[in-house]
């Protein structure tokens, strides 16, 4: 037991020992990014690479496809043909013709051509599966290793091996692990198996080495069998689970938590760093190109491949300028001067910021932060030199350079500073700038043309034409300025100018903040840098030249830029390919033409390029076609797995918008790669985003061209995609000869039709003759109807005027007053049927216009119904209407109107004798229908189909020549209605209108507005002052008082009453302006309330229009001798209700200007009612007694006059349109004038005479109410 434990001790000793060794050995950290975010699944199991170099990755989540952009998954283009799981995916290998091979977890095997996008399962159990040679696959399964024909499916077992059993294969040669420990090889073609090796520890992994011999791997030992022999072995302390074979004939090899690297010819494995924390890999994996990739459980990784030339730093501080001097690179920093050597940094100026430095021969020049020049000669401080008599602040010194006649400048945020050979002082020359400010100064430079070149960090660049030769006083005057605020050839767009550089050209290029500046020798200006018709809009912090004239330029946070003059063409670097920091400092850089080595400061230290190794590394690959996107409501598809595969396609005529997705398929740097692309003979197009859209696409044959960019340069192999739009069905071949058959049948037709016409020319000349005379008949009967009820107008009125004069006379004989009766209903009767022939005239010529608004339809219905009541009395009809609330309706007032009018009286007038007639209005969904209800007899003998024609009656012995339900049907045919007439039993007619009465089912230019109401020609505008009219309306039926109120409530206020009683009071409270009043209403009728108000001298003024549903003229006759000032019979047009109403107002307002201009009331002057005359003759007696007591106000007057204040006020503001006591006011005012005008009292004997307190308060009303004193009013009025 003792001897187990020391055993145990000690292997593990050994173990502690070998990985700590191991961890020595250690290799430079590999870097590593994540390639998964597009990924469905994480879970990765396996990568494989086909002969386009796509790399399919397996997953829990299915196949995967990656392109260096993006992944596409295609477990959802499968169409199996039973259920079968495709999505946990275990291992994958691509055949030579590119079909995906693939095995699950639960042991299916599928052949997948993504070509033909056809799937197979193999009838097998496999898990494991592997290329071997051109046309093989070897698989892993639970009956030992199986190889397959990839051309003709055929497939063997070789009888050997486990599903977990370990293989690799080289061309047709097969290496697989039998019972853990026996290794064997076959040869496909002859179908050999040999027994190679049996290993004592079990096997784990086997890899081939070409020319080495096969590695074996098992828990402990990595051991390399050459010809059966085990040549090479070394422990390991991890369990590798894979490997991989570098381009040189290394190996990586993994563990899940562990990266490797076996040296074959050392045989000993150097542990590796990585970014990564390593956790459950799966695989690793070497494509084509040599990008190394791990797989785990928790994604998929890529290593970045870095620029050879890009070197790590040896220099971490910060320099601020850079030189070789003496084959030795001196860096000014922050803190120090360094010289570099070796990778090793030494000090020659400390605790000193130094922020130039210039080198000579043996001798350098630094210059600092606090004024100080320091000479260095053999690396060490021999001098500082000293300044000239005028400078004696201290400031940062930037810039020095040395000119042909030796005299050294110096530059600062001063100015200048001017030394001789022997670097003694010889002037300090100051800049200033217009705003008076000093010039800020970040370098100086001579160039070959002998010109001094000044770059400063607010105010430009100044330049100084023969600056080895010109005198000291003449500097200042010869300087040449460019900046912002000049104008013309002397302008720069930055004032911030960072950098100069001389190429070898003799070119003279600027870096500014916002840009590249390039000056013109011919023309002495600046130009900004354009590449590509854009311009290169960065924060350039240094311009350097190589040996290759390419312009290096540092920026901040963008890294480096590489212009060549060459080729015209930028290239870009940054951390991700190998930089040591994308921020480099401005004035920092220099290079190295013996060493071929670039350098530049930077926020991580010190950057070296090491420009004689291949920086530019030229890419030249044909882009492959990844998807193919079309926009199509059919849902069609092109699986982006086939699209590389396909070298044209077929789209239908609506699939004219699609976008194609390309890629390089480059791993390496993808970013880098843009794509230029063009349809047919276009202009090439660039794109950064892998896609080309195209919309609206003509139908035929197109062909697309992509080409790839890497860094601005141009690849000349393209892919060429053919694309053929079919065209649309009308166009395709076969409706093409359907046209040709088609033209060639018209020909046949026309040429029958000539044949016939010129046989029935004749025939149809005759025809036409006989149509058009009958045209012409037709208009001319039209055209005499129009001139014949024209004409019927005027006899009519004449024989109608004296008939009714007859009439009204009382000593007519029974026999008289029937016979002028009859004539009168007769001449009622003609009138009516002159009116509906002018309405069918103005249908037939279309010169009827809808007029539609909206309003309250039920109010005008039941106006419309109750105008019949009258009628049905007289008739001892039994006559009922049931009309629905219907508000908000848009409707024609007029045509509805007609409509019902005509039906009522058609019901009326063939109703049987005593019989029933009914009327209803009902809405639903926005359509009014109404219905109109008669009882007749016999009803089974009428002919219902043609009572809409025009002209036909059923009875020759009832009124009308059967016109009126011939209009109805026309007006509601125009109206977009419809009409009905049924039996519904056989002593009832029913017709029933359905119309339309929302406002979409109406033309815009059929809709009267509000504005456009209001604006009516026929309504005069009515100049209400002061407060709005007060109408009073009075009647019973509810419906018919709010349609009025609803029609005048937005002109005048309104008030009303339910009867005549409620009226009177109402009338007597309120004094409103105006009154309508129904004449028929229980109680207190409408004549009984007007001779009341007339009678009455508090309401004796107010206007009274009575409404009335009586046909006959007695009602109006009799309205009218009771003082009524107009009659209204039912129903009404709106527009002339309105019309009368605003006359009487505008009646009333004429008659208080009459008034108020009179010094005192006349009222025998104007015919007004004998109740008004006694009102005003009692207010002027009132006012002759009163006017003059300087406490006569508005409570006496209304006292004396026998009213309250505010009925008094109401009466006279219909006369005067003033209150009670302005009034009194004005007519004091008036005697004023009276008195002054015909006395020669003064002013205040005026005031005290007339009424008013004090002659101040006479003299203020007076001035306000003529705007002058009294005796300029009397000036004025005697001149």
Not at 499 to 509: I, R, Y
Not at 904 to 933: E, M, P, Q, W
């Amino acid at each position: 037991m003792i001897k187990i434990i020391v055993n145990k001790i000690s292997y593990h000793c050994f173990l502690f020992f070998l990985f700590g060794f191991f961890s020595l050995s250690a290799q430079e950290q590999m870097q590593f990014m994540a390639i998964d975010d597009e990924l469905s699944n994480k879970w990765i199991s396996s990568i494989a690479q086909d002969d386009n170099n796509f790399l399919w990755v397996g997953t829990r989540g299915g196949i995967h496809r990656y392109d260096g952009h993006r992944f596409d998954t295609f477990q959802d283009d499968f169409n199996l043909t039973d259920s079968v799981s495709i999505n946990s995916v275990l291992d994958i290998a691509v055949d030579n013709r590119n079909n995906v091979w693939f095995t699950t977890y639960e042991g299916k095997l599928f052949n997948f051509s993504p070509s033909k996008m056809k799937i197979n399962q193999l009838q097998t159990t496999a898990f494991g599966v592997k290329t071997a040679g051109k046309k093989h696959i070897l698989c892993s399964g639970l009956s030992g290793f199986t190889v397959f024909n990839t051309e003709n499916q055929s497939h063997f077992n070789i009888g050997k091996g486990q599903f977990h059993s370990p293989m690799d294969t080289f061309n047709e040669k097969i290496w697989f692990i039998d019972k853990g420990k026996i290794l064997y090889s076959y040869e496909i073609t002859s179908k050999k198996l040999t027994k190679e090796y049996v290993f004592n520890n079990r096997i784990n992994v086997i890899k081939y080495l070409p020319e080495k011999g096969i590695l074996a791997i098992s828990d402990k030992k990595i051991m390399l069998l050459e010809n059966g022999v085990i040549t090479k072995e070394t422990p390991t302390p991890i369990l590798i689970k894979d490997v991989a074979i570098k381009q040189k004939g290394d190996l990586f090899v993994v563990s899940s938590d562990t990266l490797a690297a076996l040296n074959t010819e050392k045989f000993q494995l150097e542990y590796i760093k990585t970014n990564l924390e390593l956790n459950q890999i799966r695989k690793i994996f070497i494509d084509k190109k040599g990008t190394f990739w791990i797989a785990t459980l928790k994604g998929l990784f890529k290593e970045k491949k870095y620029n050879s030339a890009f070197l790590p730093s040896s220099f971490h501080k910060r320099p601020k300028r850079i030189i070789k001097h003496k084959n030795k690179i001196y860096a000014a920093g922050f803190n120090a001067l360094h010289k570099i050597e070796n990778n090793i940094a030494a000090e020659l100026i400390t605790n000193t910021l130094i922020l130039s430095i210039y080198n000579e021969n043996d001798t350098l020049y630094a210059t600092s932060s606090d004024s100080k020049i320091f000479k260095l000669i053999n690396d060490r401080v021999n001098d500082t030199l000293r300044h000239a008599s005028n400078f004696t602040e201290k400031t940062l010194m930037l810039g020095i350079c040395r000119d042909h006649s030796k005299r050294l400048w110096v530059g600062s945020y001063k100015g200048l500073h001017i030394f001789d050979h022997n670097d003694a002082p010889l002037k300090f020359i100051p800049l200033d700038n217009s705003s008076k400010e000093r010039v800020q100064i970040n370098n100086l430079k001579i160039d070959s043309k002998d010109r001094l070149w000044i770059i400063t960090s607010n105010d430009g660049i100044y330049m100084l034409k023969n600056a080895s030769r010109i005198p000291l006083d003449a500097i200042s005057k010869s300087l040449i300025h460019y900046n912002t605020k000049a104008k013309t050839r002397k302008y720069i767009f930055s004032d911030n100018v960072e950098t100069v550089e001389e190429d070898s050209q003799g070119q003279l290029w600027f870096g500014t903040n916002m840009g590249i500046l390039k000056y013109i020798e011919t023309t002495g200006t600046f130009q900004k840098f354009i590449h590509q018709n854009e311009a290169f809009v960065k924060d350039v912090q240094v311009i350097r030249e190589d040996n290759h004239k390419n312009l290096w330029i540092a920026t901040p946070t963008n890294g480096l830029y590489v212009y060549s003059q060459k080729t015209k063409t930028f290239s870009h670097f940054t951390t991700n390919d190998g930089l040591i920091s994308n921020w480099f400092l401005f004035g920092a850089g220099t290079y190295d033409s013996v060493s071929k080595k670039m350098y530049f400061g930077s926020l991580e230290g010190l950057q070296e390029i090491d420009l004689s190794k291949n920086i530019f590394s030229p890419y030249k690959t044909t882009p492959f076609i990844t998807a193919i996107n079309i926009n199509s409501k059919k849902g069609a598809h092109i699986s982006a797995l086939q699209a590389p595969f396909l070298n044209q396609i077929t789209l239908e005529p609506d699939e004219n918008d699609f976008s194609i997705r390309f890629s390089a398929v480059n791993f390496k740097n993808p970013e880098k790669i843009g794509y230029l692309y063009r349809l047919n003979n276009d202009s090439w197009k660039t794109t950064d985003l892998q896609t080309a859209y195209f919309t609206n696409i003509p139908y035929g044959k197109h062909e697309l061209k992509v080409k790839t960019l890497y860094e601005g340069i141009k690849n000349e192999n393209a892919t060429t995609l053919k694309i053929y739009i079919r065209p649309p069905w009308y166009l395709s071949i076969y409706a093409k000869m359907g046209y040709l058959m088609l033209i060639l049948g018209i020909f046949y037709v026309i040429y029958h039709f000539l044949k016939w016409r010129w046989k029935l020319q004749f025939s149809l000349k005759t025809k036409v003759a006989e149509a058009a005379h009958f045209k012409q008949l037709n208009a001319f009967k039209s055209k005499l109807y129009t001139d014949i009820a024209h004409e019927f107008k005027t006899p009519l009125t004449l024989i109608s005027g004296p008939v009714e004069n007859k009439l009204e006379e009382k000593n007519l004989t029974q026999k008289e007053r029937r016979n002028f009766s009859m004539v009168q209903r007769n001449t009622h009767r003609l009138t009516t049927l002159v009116d509906q022939l002018l309405e069918l005239s103005k249908l037939e010529n279309g010169e009827l216009q809808l007029k539609i608004k909206q309003g309250n339809l039920g109010a005008f219905l039941k106006i419309l119904a109750t105008s019949f009541n009258y009628e049905a009395e007289e008739k001892q009809l039994h006559y009922e209407y049931d009309i629905n609330s219907i508000t908000n309706a848009w409707y024609d007032e007029d045509i509805i109107e007609k409509i019902v009018i005509n039906l009522l009286t058609n019901a009326f007038k063939y109703v049987s004798v005593k019989g029933r007639c009914y009327f209803s209005a009902t809405t639903n969904d926005d359509i009014l229908t109404l219905n109109v209800k008669n009882s007749v007899i016999n009803g089974q003998e009428l002919h219902l189909e043609k009572f809409f024609d025009r002209f036909y009656q059923q009875d020759s012995g009832i009124e009308g020549i059967g016109v009126g339900l011939s209009l109805v049907k026309e007006l509601i045919e125009f109206y977009q209605g419809n009409i009905d007439v049924q039996l519904e039993n056989i002593n009832t007619i029913c017709f029933t209108v359905n119309l339309p009465i929302f406002k979409k089912a109406f033309k815009s230019t059929h809709i009267i507005t509000a504005s456009e109401e209001n604006n009516d020609p026929l309504i005069d505008d009515l100049e209400i002052k002061n407060e709005t009219p007060i109408v009073l309306i009075v009647d019973d039926d509810d419906d018919i008082r709010s349609y009025v109120k609803e029609i005048l409530n937005d002109t005048y206020k309104i008030i009303t009453a339910n009867n005549g009683e409620i009226g009177l009071k109402k009338a007597i409270s309120s004094i409103p302006d105006i009154i309508i009043s129904d004449i028929r209403m229980p109680h207190y009728d409408g004549i009984t309330l007007c001779n009341t108000l007339k009678n009455d001298e508090r309401t004796s003024h107010i206007p009274v229009i009575l409404l009335t549903a009586d046909t006959d003229n007695r009602s109006e006759l009799k309205g009218l001798a009771s003082g009524a000032d107009d009659f209204v019979t039912k129903p009404f047009k709106v527009t002339i209700l309105k019309q009368r109403i605003a006359n009487l107002i505008t009646i009333r307002q004429k008659l208080r200007e009459r008034y108020s201009k009179e010094m005192t009331l006349k009222p025998k002057k104007i015919a007004i009612a004998p109740a008004e005359e006694v009102f005003l003759n009692k207010i002027q007696q009132i006012l002759d007694e009163h006017l003059t007591n300087p406490h006569f106000n508005a409570v006496m007057f209304s006292e004396k006059a026998h009213m309250s204040r505010m009925q008094l006020h109401r009466k006279l503001q219909v006369y005067t349109g003033l209150s009670t006591t302005a009034f009194i006011r004005s007519q004091r005012l008036k005697q004023a004038i009276h008195l002054l005008k015909t006395t020669s009292v003064t002013v205040n004997e005026v005031a005290y005479a007339v009424g008013f307190n004090t002659p101040s308060y006479f003299m203020k009303c007076f001035k306000e109410n003529y705007e002058k004193t009294p005796l300029e009013y009397i000036k004025n009025t005697d001149k």
